[in-house]
């Protein structure tokens, strides 16, 4: 219905103050992270001029340029992996209706039901024995195993409506298995491959416990450590602390702005499992 | 999409005859099924999965009926011991009993408000774009910037506490995570500003799926804003309501970032839960085989209530 | 039962530069079906949905009956709607969609549940009440979307291109039983078409719109025999009306120097309307006003280029020999052939016109001159 009448008018001006309201932390955040330190007005007011002298405390004594290294590494690692394994183990699964086949798909979605906390302490003494701790492969390990059974789920929905045609028609132009994967069935995949790649990547990036555990006693951090480091050290100086903060969610941040249209779509896309 | 190289392939492919091209197309079949040249595509997943997660888990559901403590080899069965102590453990009963309420409180409010804010953005209002960007955004945080940022907040002279005192409402000024009574709800709050957005666009996506003549319809039939919500737009949704709930029930059974930064599980153990229970019984602790229990019995929860929210949701679709 | 009156209807859609619908004045009588016909974006929808209250208005008022409904909200309308797409709702069955107005309004169980009765055994859906849309072809659900109108006795009932997604055949079946359907339950109707042949076979009065003006309103006879503008000229009628540019002198109009004679009183209405420069004005006639003879007759030289056999009648389209004269819609004159006619393509032959089927109109602005 296109009637803007004073009732729509009335809605805007509520949903704008309920946003508002949502974005009032974030403003908290970065105001006070431009305050110089010592300043101890009200967090609402605006302090002129702003300093980033925070900024830089905090960029060096948290670490945060290697910390978003070890993010960077441990993320694409694992997500280029998983999306690897994941596309092949969805094509046989996929394809096939024989028992065993669908008995090892209900073995990956068995995986989606399991909270991690059960196999977290057997994994961690695993890790250790294997002397993996401390070590940015250890992670990059531990997450493409964690996310398999979702990636296994949304490219084996997707592979099954595809029609067998190309493979088909791949494999009696003389195409081994694995080259009419990766050369026609792969390339088909591109819409899941980028809803993967998103909902891993942020899920990856923003992970605490696991590199907690794992990297504790090393110089290795992922930025939420990093942070959680940080803030314990400096929890008395907030200005300080703001900055870390607000570098520390800075980088996704920016992805999602530049990319919201396909990092929303790719989080509601789940509907249709 | 097909690549250059599948095409050169196609050029180069002689022409056959009916009968040997009908042979390949049999054989093709084959292939492409189970059996011989493809299962093994399973395995590096299977392989990842299996040593990540399935054995692992495994492990762990057997340490939980023994005396393990994570680095003596040799463990002990002690049956039900460590479930016993778990129930007759106030730390672990309290656990329990928050876990659950942080859960449910999630489950409904949050999805509440994101139903309410999507209705809003699937409106004909002009700044519904920018709205949307801006209400989803803190879905993509990380939990623990978050955490902290609401940790300051909640301080007696954080903002909080301030702009209520600038509006003159000084008497509800509180402790915030320093009151006992209060520190929950305010994991609660937390939680439902950081991913009420993220019901929202599944409700959204929901909403959107409904042909807009059919709401038309409706209100040429007579139905006012919320009948036409009631009657047409509810039922049509029920998936979306399905996922929104399964998820957030089961993300707040799991909950551990937010609560060890927020409180770590205080004041005293008030906010403790599960996952932060499981955490420090292990690494704090070293009571590995407690602390087993303890996922064993958060593993066992959120199998039921999803197998049980799950069938009672999907009886409620229309399709 | 109540008449409808648009009293100079605006819709102005943001960032375009012309109204959808500008400045609409139409009153509808109680009891009347009213057709709304026109080209693709010619505002017949935008109106139907002003009236539905489904569109906001921009200027002007909208009334049923002695009420203003310019700002009232659909559901207090006190109308029903045939949706182009059903609109049916997927999870009721069919005789919950039928009934839910009359949920709407509290009617009793019992009621909703007789008079749902009623109307599906006039639509023969008695059988269908308990399945749901999508178990229902396409026939059967534009059923179920008359029977959820025709349930509720409204004030008005509109209806937007509701034939549009049937196959032809079962178009012209479900036409005369909407026109009988109509007539027996004497319900003011406002029915949205492109289709001009529903328009003229259901109305009782026709209303042709183009680029969001009401082009004129009449009964359809006098729409096909009298057209108000070159737009309904050439609109009305199929094949459409022929129309090309003419010279009016002394005693007639000229097409490329075949004479037409004409009255004194047509031309002296003519020129006093005002014919353009050089005396130039449209000339419309339609097919069976136009007659192929020989070459060797009096009459406009063409070359025929395709001739369409339609069984009881034949269409012959032709193309002046002389391009000077340009047509106003192709370089096609369409001719009306009598059954035993043997005309071949690539055949030179004559036109002739019969003065009694002349229409004029100005060159400037369209209007008829007579």
Redesign the interface.
């Known amino acids: 219905m296109n009637r803007y009448g004073w009732r729509t008018f009335a809605l805007e001006i509520g949903m704008i103050a309920v946003t508002l309201l949502f974005a009032f932390p974030l403003y908290v955040l970065v105001n006070l992270s431009l305050r110089p330190e010592g300043q101890l007005s009200s967090p609402l007011a605006i302090h002129w001029p702003p300093t980033f002298a925070n900024y830089s405390s905090a960029w060096h004594q948290a670490a945060l340029g290697r910390a978003i290294f070890d993010s960077l590494v441990i993320t694409v690692g694992s997500v280029a992996v998983v999306v690897i394994v994941s596309s092949m183990a969805a094509y046989p699964l996929a394809r096939s209706t024989a028992r065993l086949s669908r008995w090892t798909f209900g073995l990956f979605m068995l995986g989606l039901l399991l909270p991690f906390q059960l196999a977290l302490l057997p994994l961690y003494t695993a890790m250790r024995d294997l002397h993996l701790l401390g070590s940015l492969w250890g992670l990059i390990l531990f997450y493409s195993g964690l996310q398999v059974p979702f990636c296994v789920f949304l490219y084996t929905a997707f592979l099954r409506a595809v029609p067998r045609d190309y493979e088909e028609a791949a494999v009696l132009d003389g195409c081994t298995p694995l080259r009419a994967f990766r050369h026609v069935v792969f390339p088909l995949l591109r819409p899941v491959t980028g809803t993967v790649v998103i909902l891993n990547a942020i899920f990856v990036w923003n992970d605490f416990l696991t590199p907690l555990l794992y990297l504790s006693g090393t110089d290795r951090q992922t930025i939420p450590v990093a942070i959680f480091t940080f803030v314990g050290q400096y929890s008395s100086d907030w200005q300080l602390v703001f900055a870390a903060l607000v570098m520390g969610i800075a980088p996704i941040l920016l992805v999602y702005f530049a990319m919201q249209r396909q990092i929303i779509r790719g989080f509601s896309g789940g509907l249709k499992g | ?3 250059a ?2 095409e050169v ?2 050029d180069e ?1 002689p022409p056959m005859s009916l009968a040997r ?1 009908a042979t ?2 049999r054989r ?2 084959a ?5 011989t ?3 093994w ?2 395995l ?3 392989g ?2 299996a ?7 495994v ?3 057997y ?1 939980s009926f023994t005396d393990w403590d ?1 680095l003596n080899p040799v463990k002990h069965w002690v049956g039900l011991d460590n479930f016993t102590a778990i129930l007759h453990d106030d730390a672990a009963r309290g656990a329990i009993k928050h876990t659950v309420l942080i859960a449910i409180a999630i489950m409904l409010i949050q999805n509440a408000i994101g139903l309410l ?1 999507a209705l ?2 699937n ?5 519904r774009n920018i ?15 978050v955490a ?3 940790q ?2 909640y301080t007696p002279d ?2 909080i506490n ?2 209520l005192g ?1 509006v003159g409402l000084h008497g509800l000024e509180r402790g915030w995570l320093g009151d006992t009574s209060l520190a929950l709800w305010c994991i609660v709050v937390v939680i439902i ?1 950081q991913f ?3 019901s929202m ?2 409700f ?3 909403l959107q799926s409904i ?14 804003a919320f ?1 036409r919500f009631w ?2 737009t509810r ?2 949704i029920a ?2 309501i399905t ?1 929104n709930l399964m ?1 957030s029930i ?1 993300g707040g ?2 909950l ?2 937010q609560v060890w ?1 927020l409180t770590g599980g205080g004041p005293g153990y008030a906010t403790d839960t ?2 932060t229970l ?2 420090r019984n ?2 704090q602790f070293g009571e ?1 085989a407690y ?2 229990a ?3 019995l ?2 066992v929860f ?2 039921v209530v ?1 197998g049980a929210q799950y069938r009672l949701l999907r009886s409620q679709e ?2 | 039962m109540a008449a409808v009156r648009f009293d100079s209807v605006s819709r102005v859609f943001a960032k375009e530069l012309r109204p959808a619908v500008d400045r609409l004045s139409l009153d509808i009588p109680d009891g009347e079906f009213l057709v709304l016909v026109g080209p693709s974006g010619c505002g017949k929808s935008t109106t139907l949905r002003m009236l539905a209250g489904l569109e906001r208005v921009d200027g002007g008022s909208i009334w049923i009956g002695d009420s203003d409904v310019t700002r009232v909200a659909p559901q207090n309308r006190d109308i029903a709607m045939v949706f182009q797409n059903y609109a049916l709702y997927p999870h009721m069955s069919v005789e919950q969609n039928m009934g839910f107005a009359l949920k709407m309004a509290r009617t009793p169980r019992p009621q909703i549940r007789t008079r749902v009765g009623e109307a599906a055994r006039l639509l023969a859906l008695d059988e269908f009440l308990g399945r749901k849309p999508g178990a229902l072809s396409g026939g059967q659900r534009q059923r179920v979307a008359m029977g959820r109108a025709i349930v509720r006795d409204p004030q008005v009932f509109l209806m937007d291109e509701p034939l549009s997604n049937l196959d032809a055949k079962l178009r012209v079946q479900t036409r005369t039983e909407i026109s009988a359907l109509q007539r027996r339950l004497g319900t003011t109707t406002v029915y949205v078409t492109h289709d001009q042949v529903e328009a003229m076979t259901m109305g009782d009065r026709v209303a042709v719109m183009n680029e969001g003006r009401l082009q004129q309103v009449d009964a359809p006879k006098r729409l096909y025999a009298r057209p108000a503008n070159v737009f309904v000229a050439g609109f009305i009628g199929s094949p459409p009306m022929n129309l090309r540019v003419g010279r009016l002198d002394r005693d007639g109009v000229l097409l490329d120097g075949y004479r037409i004679p004409l009255g004194r009183d047509l031309l002296a209405r003519a020129a006093a309307a005002g014919a353009g420069r050089d005396g130039e004005l449209v000339v419309g006639f339609r097919p069976d006003a136009a007659e192929l003879t020989a070459e060797s007759e009096p009459g406009l030289a063409v070359v025929v280029e395709e001739v369409e056999e339609l069984g009881f009648d034949a269409f012959a389209y032709a193309a002046a020999l002389d391009d000077a004269a340009e047509s106003l819609h192709s370089a096609d004159i369409v001719a009306r052939l009598p059954g035993d006619t043997a005309v071949s393509r690539g055949q030179k032959m004559r036109l002739r016109v019969n003065p009694q089927g002349i229409h004029l109109f100005s060159t400037k602005t369209g209007e008829s001159l007579d």
């Not at chain 2, 409106?123 to 700044?127: D, F």
């Not at chain 2, 042909?211 to 006012?224: C, L, N, R």
């Open positions: 999409m097909i690549d190289d599948f392939v196609r492919a091209g390949l197309v093709a079949r292939q492409l099924g189970v059996g040249s493809t299962w595509f399973v590096p997943a299977l990842l999965y040593f990540i997660v399935l054995i692992p888990t492990r762990g559901s340490y994570g804010l809003g953005v409106s004909q209002i002009k700044s709205l949307r960007v801006v209400l989803f955004a803190p879905a993509v945080m990380t939990p623990v910037v902290f940022l609401w300051y907040l954080g903002a301030r702009a600038a500003w009420a957005g993220y666009v599944i959204l996506a929901g042909p807009a003549e059919i709401t038309e319809a409706s209100a040429v039939d007579g139905a006012g009948r009657y047409v039922p049509l998936p979306a996922v998820l089961i059974l799991k551990f970032d930064v599960l996952s499981i955490y292990a690494f590995f602390s087993t303890l996922a064993l958060l593993t959120v199998a999803s229309y399709a």
